[in-house]
Nanobody, 124 residues
């Protein structure tokens, strides 16, 4: 069965960095796009970043562009999110998601499997 397991969430101070990882299993990882979404209490789950199956095209939310970088290692079945210059408003649960195809969109309706989430808290 499809599994997505995130790790790397932590409590950090503003300006610091974190790298999230998502290990995938149960499907041909290199055939599908992948993404990171986030959700904080009382808000909708929103796209942070997504990358196509081959890793050549990435999209980002305006709020993280220039600070976060999504990447993938298809040999390791792993999706990454490098987060630099973290801000308090980045505090959320971060979810890894599998796209339904090799391409990616900003709509969560085009992702069919989700991880359990990892908590990122940015606070001084």
């Amino acid at each position: 069965q499809v599994q997505l397991v995130e790790s790397g969430g932590d409590l950090v101070q503003p300006g610091e960095s974190l790298r999230l990882s998502c290990v995938a299993s149960g499907f041909a990882f290199s055939d599908y796009g992948g993404s990171w979404f986030r959700q904080s209490p009382g808000t909708e789950r929103e796209l942070v970043a997504a990358v196509t199956s081959g890793g050549t095209i990435a999209i980002y939310s305006d709020s993280v562009k220039g600070r976060f970088t999504i990447s993938r290692d298809n040999a390791k079945n792993t999706l990454y999110l490098q987060m630099n210059h973290l801000l308090p408003e980045d505090t959320a649960v971060y979810y890894c998601a599998k796209a339904m195809a090799g391409w990616v969109t900003r709509s969560k309706n085009t992702y069919d499997y989700w991880g359990q989430g990892t908590q990122v808290t940015v606070s001084s």
